[in-house]
């Protein structure tokens, strides 16, 4: 026991050794909130609090759940299967299975990850001929998310005007559907959960008696609905209910945009009467200089809870800034320097490259993947939401559960088996005529297209007798050579890599099916085996991304700034410090905007142990449009001192308030003459001594100003506004004359 407490700074020991209590950690990052939730864990059970059925421990990723596991498991030999511990959404995937029949759900239930939402509520539209320009399928997802994610069902939802009702309909019209395919989304998991729980008052009794203690880890980041969730499980902190014990940061609060509260640490505050609320501010994890950096940027948002880090650690080495050409310029420097890290000794795995969006990750994997540098994409481009993958899966589901309309739209005539548009229209037409699901209409259907069809769910029939009682590996392999996916990407000139993925979810079978069914409790309803399809199923759609690379292997880590929240890694890039992509260009409409995406940089820098990059780019090349951007604010925050900088730093000019308007793409239509003169993006030489915003005159188009430019050398091009008469046009440098005129 000792040893547990062994490493603890006073009110670390102070905050792992509370009584049972409400308790509430407030502290900063890497000050050891979570190790502090993890040793209370073991603290709680090791004095005989607790049994390990007593606890439920909530993350926010999976990633972080498996950590905690890991880390448990490391302070003392305890069975952590016992434990609930999980995600949100994981924890309420299993607590549905648990009472499927309470919830009003079949057990082999499916989830819809948001690509299959999308793709759901835009097959809803076709079927109900609303026009979709009229009511966009992403607009209605997220209408629809944000709804249940604040505990509204379509009745409970107030709609004043008639497109408003007209959406509340399409979310009624929605959740019908979901329930006829047995299907559940992300949202639906945890509003689910939450209605049985306070329905059911057997049930809720039931875990409320079992769980003594709750710990939340990121607390700050929990929704209303979490929130609400938790507060029945523990029965809003009356005499008797289990203790909740949360941790958290406000200045790591990055999901307001998903519906996150802050004010849940004050209300948690006030309705558990917390009398013990901790601070730590002593840093851990970084060198000072990093830290300093990350105190300095966040010191410039104004709704703080206020506090201060410390580390005594040194100073450390400066923080790394890089300014590149283009993104592949700068995707090709961040390779390089991470090989000759590698061959410093640095473990690939103690290597992470973040980013503010998910599309940046291409250009980096493109990199690293012709260098050879083994890599591994935690969320986004992730390897259960890959087109290969997601069929094999497709053809798994319907074995599973035929009714799943959207596992049959995928795959019906993939690999192509002559079912076209037009059978597929007429089958939808008989399943709404007689209110079936398409699998089981389809025997309604006479002719050509029935007997195509026809043949689509015999193949289905026979897959299922075929794997009846195959081990779920073998399931899966035999599914990808029945289906005529292995043939069909064998066939393909570029399918080498998708076959590879496919073999990978044979792996990522194999792996799961050691690693199912060990953990189930005496007191919850025994799962039966032929379901292990279906918990894998569950599996892929909730853990997407954890099995694209070998486990095994040391894998350089990608990720978006958002997923590598609670992590930490000994060198950090940060790359496309740009205006308009960190801080991102929506943020400036969003009240609190730029404050949360100064938290999401504080989070971002924080992760760094020793040593963190910070780059940006000229021109990047994002959903196929060339931007050219002003660096970042966030650049500019950071006290000069602390940052060494790898390329001769340029001047940054700051003449536009607004992040979007700072940038503007040559391909764009709307692209209107920026009113002041934009900023010298490009350098100069690169454009034979012009630059963006110069005027110019031409022999054949006359009199223009510069207003962008790409490429270099031979390749370097601009884009020129002329007069009336003859436009806006790009221009090869080499071939155009362009004579400077004086302004
Ligand atoms: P974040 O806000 O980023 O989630 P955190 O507050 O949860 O950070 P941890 O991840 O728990 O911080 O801890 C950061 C690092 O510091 C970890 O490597 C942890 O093991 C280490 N650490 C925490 N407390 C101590 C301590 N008392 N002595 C030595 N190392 C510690
Ligand atoms: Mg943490």
Same mark, same amino acid.
């Given at each position: 026991m000792s040893q547990l407490l062994d490493n603890l700074n006073p009110e670390q020991l102070a905050a792992v050794t509370l009584p049972p209590q409400h308790a509430l950690i407030l502290a900063g990052a890497g000050s050891g909130k979570t190790r502090v939730l993890t040793t209370r864990i073991a603290w709680l059970i090791q004095s005989g609090f607790c049994s390990p059925q007593g606890i439920l421990a909530v993350t926010f990723t999976n990633k972080a759940a498996k950590e905690m596991v890991t880390r448990l498991s490391a302070m003392f030999p305890i069975n952590t299967r016992g434990m609930w511990i999980g995600t949100f959404h994981g924890l309420c995937n299993r607590f549905l299975r648990a009472h499927h029949r309470d919830a009003g759900l079949p057990q082999l239930f499916q989830i819809l990850d948001s690509g299959d939402q999308l793709a759901s509520i835009k097959r809803l539209l076709k079927t109900l001929n609303v026009d979709d320009e009229k009511f966009p399928p992403r607009e209605l997802q997220h209408f629809i998310n944000g709804k249940k994610e604040a505990g509204l069902r379509p009745a409970a939802v107030e709609a004043w005007d008639d497109f408003t009702k007209r959406r509340v309909e399409l979310y009624a019209e929605y959740e019908a559907q979901c329930q006829r395919e047995a299907v559940v989304d992300f949202p639906e998991l945890l509003l689910r959960s939450y209605e049985l729980l306070q329905r059911n008052e057997p049930i809720r009794r039931h875990y409320q008696a079992r769980f003594r203690h709750i710990l939340v880890d990121e607390f700050q980041d929990t929704n209303v609905l979490q929130y609400r969730w938790l507060s029945l499980l523990a029965d809003g902190g009356h005499e008797g209910g289990a203790s909740l014990f949360c941790v958290g940061d406000d200045d790591q609060s990055i999901y307001g945009f998903r519906g %996150? /509260?802050?004010g849940n640490m004050r209300d948690f505050e006030r309705e558990y009467k917390v009398s013990s609320v901790i601070r730590l /501010?002593?840093?851990? +994890?970084?060198h000072g200089n990093i830290l300093d950096a990350a105190n300095a940027l966040i %010191?410039?948002?104004?709704?703080r809870l206020g506090k201060s880090l410390w580390t005594d +650690? =040194? %100073? =450390?080495e400066p923080i790394r800034v890089y300014e590149a050409f283009t993104d592949t310029d700068e995707a090709r420097w961040i390779v390089e320097e991470i090989q000759s890290l590698v061959r410093e000794g640095t473990s690939r795995a103690n290597i992470a490259l973040l980013y503010r969006s998910n599309a940046q990750s291409r250009v980096l994997e493109h990199q690293l993947f012709s260098s050879g540098v083994a890599y591994r994409v935690y969320g986004g481009l992730r390897f259960f939401e890959r087109q290969e993958v997601k069929h094999a899966l497709a053809y798994l589901r319907l074995i599973n559960n035929p009714d799943d309309d959207t596992a049959f739209n995928r795959v019906v005539n993939f690999p192509t088996r002559g079912i076209g548009a037009r059978s597929i229209e007429a089958l939808v037409d008989a399943s709404r005529v007689f209110n079936t699901p398409l699998y089981q209409t389809v025997p309604h259907l006479s002719g050509k297209p029935g007997t195509a069809l026809a043949q689509f769910v015999m193949l289905i029939e026979r897959l299922r007798k075929e794997t009846a009682s195959l081990p779920l590996y073998e399931v899966v392999a035999h599914v990808i050579e029945v289906s005529g996916l292995r043939a069909h990407y064998q066939a393909e000139k570029e399918g080498q890599e998708r076959l590879e993925n496919l073999d990978e979810l044979i792996n990522a079978a194999v792996n799961f099916s050691t690693e199912a069914g060990a953990g189930q409790l005496p007191d919850e309803p025994v799962v039966e085996m032929n379901s292990v399809l279906a918990e894998f199923l569950a599996h892929a759609s909730l853990e997407a991304g954890d099995h694209q690379a070998d486990p095994g292997m040391e894998a350089v880590q990608l990720m978006t700034v958002h997923a590598a929240k609670g992590l930490e890694f000994d060198v950090v890039f940060l790359s496309g410090l740009e205006e308009g992509l960190f801080p991102h260009e929506n943020s400036a409409q969003a009240e609190d905007g730029l404050e949360e995406e100064r938290r999401l940089m504080y989070v971002a820098v924080t992760r760094a142990r020793h040593r963190l990059y910070l780059s940006f780019t000229q021109s990047r090349m994002l959903h196929g449009q060339v931007r050219y951007n002003l660096r970042s604010r966030f650049l500019e925050e950071i006290p000069e001192g602390l940052t060494k900088w790898l390329t001769p730093p340029s001047p940054r000019r700051s003449f536009v308030s607004e992040p979007s308007a700072r940038y503007f793409s040559p391909n764009s239509s709307k692209q209107a003459m920026p009113s002041m003169p934009p900023p010298p993006l490009l350098r100069s030489r690169d454009l034979g001594g012009l630059s963006i915003g110069q005027n110019v005159t031409h022999a054949r188009f006359g009199d223009g100003v510069i207003v962008a430019a790409e490429g270099s050398g031979n390749d370097a091009r601009v884009q020129v506004k002329f007069g009336a008469d003859a436009g806006t046009k790009w221009l090869m440098l080499a071939v155009a004359k362009l004579t400077p005129v004086s302004g």
């Open positions: %996150a /509260e802050i /501010e002593q840093n851990y +994890r970084s %010191a410039n948002n104004s709704k +650690r =040194g %100073a =450390g």
